[in-house]
């Protein structure tokens, strides 16, 4: 009787061996795919590279790759799509847009069929950028200067001015941030700028002083000025630019020409809007983002506002932009809050004031800080920079991307 329960093990054992290997052999319902190293990655963009090591049964709608600074996934980054007719062995695609350069991303091959999604493993890669991104993280700088931020330009150094009264210039041919002579004014929580610049001088306004002060960028020497002829402004609402060598300040109650020559200030027109956020100046004419997302031009010749246009992006409270050639460029709104503030948006548009036209561009590729945020622009480039709270890896570190409009789409 125990030799014929051994050998009835035996035989049960053998058909189970069996039935093992043969179910090896059986393709999976769904397709089994690997993600592979990136390849060819440079300024022009990078090729994604992925393996169908079995197709399974199941039928293969499409399949590609998703990829973004986060957990890829089809719901909540961007896709390429290659086609629909899988076969088992490697694929590829080259892409060369939606990659900013010098971000951290993550890409994972996916594979859809009638019911589900199927992801490969996740790969890391440092990107270059791409020939039609326009975004590029280009310094991580040692900056101590804290709370609202302004940044200005007489287009061959950058000039970022902090409520702390802190001041740095960017020079671009060096890709480096130094520091220069505090601004002489004191800086609190409550204090927001307005600058503008004339022959290499850069003159600040501030809201809660009358002074003005004037600050030489060659020999990085500050000097104050007499007062200006009206009254501290409000927080909201404070800007500054200038037009054939004649320098304007801007505010909801107030709007002022200043001639360097005489230190003399002269009443304009106010702007028919409540408040304002930014100003960008293109043919000797200045446009303001005003309520309700409205755009407003003002002509120096007639001394005149024009509502021209109204922004079709997302609006949190405040705004970015850059003035470039003969467009300007809005977007990345924001709350300027703390702790409950709506997250900033990505989104970034151009505007063509001789056509009145807007063009969607490609998103910034990050959330940026709702604080400490500054633009400019030199020679042909725009330059945004913020300070990168909530990021692990930069907790309290600066960034500073430019923007090639050259390389928009």
Request: net charge negative; proline share 4%.
């Amino acid at each position: 009787m125990r030799k014929i329960n051994i050998l009835y093990l035996i035989a049960f054992t053998s058909f189970l061996t069996s039935c093992k290997e043969d179910a090896e052999l059986v393709s999976k319902q769904y397709p089994v795919i690997q993600t592979q190293n990136v390849s060819n990655i440079d300024s022009n963009g990078v090729t994604f590279n992925g393996e169908f090591v079995d197709l399974g049964y199941s039928h293969i709608t499409e399949y590609g790759f998703v990829f973004s600074i986060d957990e890829p996934s089809i719901e909540n980054s961007d896709t390429l799509i290659i086609a629909s007719n899988a076969t088992n062995g490697g694929f590829s695609q080259s892409i060369s847009e939606n990659i900013a350069g010098n971000i951290l991303y993550n890409v994972k091959a996916f594979a859809k069929t009638d019911n589900h999604v199927i992801y490969g493993n996740n790969i890391e890669f440092l990107s270059k950028g791409s020939k039609f991104n326009p975004w590029d993280l280009i310094l991580r700088p040692n900056i101590d200067g804290w709370h609202n931020a302004l940044g200005t330009s007489n287009n061959e150094l950058g000039l970022i001015l902090f409520q702390s009264g802190d001041f740095y210039s960017y020079n671009p041919k060096t890709n480096t941030v130094d520091k220069k002579q505090n601004i002489p004014m004191d800086g609190n929580t409550g204090t927001y700028y307005a600058s503008f610049n004339l022959d290499n001088y850069l003159y600040i306004l501030t809201n809660d002083s009358k002074e003005l002060l004037r600050y030489d960028i060659e020999n990085d020497l500050w000097t104050k000025l007499g007062n200006r002829p009206f009254s501290p402004n409000g927080s909201i609402g404070f800007l500054g630019f200038s037009i054939n060598n004649t320098g304007y300040f801007l505010s909801r109650e107030n709007f002022y020409s200043y001639d360097q020559s005489t230190d003399t200030w002269s009443k304009k027109s106010d702007i028919p809007s409540n408040n304002i956020y930014t100003a960008g100046v293109i043919d000797n004419k200045v446009y303001v983002f005003g309520d309700y997302k409205s755009i407003w031009s003002y002509n120096p010749e007639d001394n005149t506002w024009q509502m021209v246009t109204q922004y079709p992006g997302k609006w949190n409270g405040k705004i970015l932009s850059f003035t470039q050639n003969d467009k300007i460029y809005w977007g990345l709104s924001y709350y300027g809050g703390y702790s409950g503030a709506p997250s900033p948006a990505t989104d970034f548009w151009e505007y063509n004031p001789e056509l009145k036209s807007w063009k969607e561009v490609e998103n910034f590729p990050l959330f940026h800080s709702q604080t400490e945020v500054y633009t400019f622009s030199i020679n042909g480039y725009s330059y945004f920079g913020y300070r990168n709270y909530g990021n692990s890896d930069d907790y309290g570190g600066y960034l500073i991307f430019r923007f090639d409009p050259k390389k928009i789409k």
